[in-house]
């Protein structure tokens, strides 16, 4: 027997969060010859530097978009039940697609008030769909070395950039315990590329300093990536690593990310602003925005996505 029809919503999503979406933003974000050398210095300045992506999906993710933000979360069906089974061979890919949606392009696409979806509405839909995907048998895990090598076709360099993607709902999360997962999985990808290639991290030599400094993302951050033509793979690779390694002691010492309390609606202890003024008020939201948000919490509405984003 069948089970039990879909919710008219879940039916109104589906014609929206389709296969053909998720194909379109992973092949939008990775342009990339699947079997050749990746030009990292390109794609460290495709994400941290410029923005030729936001064009290319921002009108067919704004539907999409839109359309979850106008339920709530709770009203939300499970979002993997919209991928393919975990042993199909379109399920990296699609899972990668739906995952870019939720937790990368609202921050690339929102503006103003907007930006509160991306911190406290995406943000729950993508790490709930990280950690579906991350419970799986490591054989069906959408984010394997071995699915997207053997299964794929994939070179290492690829694997990279893709593996980049698969982990940022971690570490984006203000949960400790996801943030655990997001130095397992750095670790798993500084040990398949030291094994693929023989070399070894560097920053390893530094690992209990970078685990302990709480002031190294925003320093790290606005020193921006590793550029010019000197930029390898590896180089790359150990960089992200760092990157990815340095939001954890934020996590750690506050049990958040004190820069997102104003487009959050939150209100900052006096060790979280003290510690901001020391960072120059590093990735905080500007204040209109932040006293409109604290407007819609105290009211216990939200003000329609597209309010401050042009389309």
Known sequence: MGGAPPSPLESSLR???????????????????????????HFANTIFLTDPYSPLVSPQAWPALLALSQHP??????????????????????TLGLLLLLDHIPRLLFR????????????????????????????LRPDSHARWKHEQNVALDYW????????????HSEKPELQEIAITLTEETRAT???????????????DEILGD??????????????????????????MGMLFDVHKPIVDRFGRYPYLNGITGRDANEGEEKWLEEINHFAEADEESVR??????????WSPLGTDTPR
């Open 73 to 94: 979360l709770a009203s939300i069906p499970d979002l993997a039940t919209f991928l393919p089974p975990p042993s199909s061979p379109s399920y990296p890919t699609q």
């Open 193 to 207: 590329v030291e094994k693929e290639t023989g070399s070894a991290d560097p920053y390893r030599q530094e690992r």
């Open 160 to 171: 990279i950039a893709v593996r980049f993607w698969f982990a940022t709902p971690f570490v």
């Open 112 to 139: 103003g008030i907007d930006q509160r979806y991306t911190y406290s509405f995406f943000s729950h839909l993508s790490q709930s769909l990280a950690l579906s995907w991350h419970s799986l048998p490591s054989h």
């Open 15 to 41: 014609k929206l969060l389709t296969p053909e979406l998720f194909s379109h933003l992973v092949t939008n974000r990775l342009p990339y010859p699947p079997q050749s050398p990746i030009n990292f210095s």
């Open 214 to 239: 709480s002031y190294a993302f925003p320093r790290v951050y606005n020193a921006g990536p590793p550029r010019g033509d000197q930029v390898t793979r590896e180089s790359f690779t150990w960089w």
């Open 292 to 301: 409109r948000v604290r407007e819609d919490v105290k009211a216990g509405r």
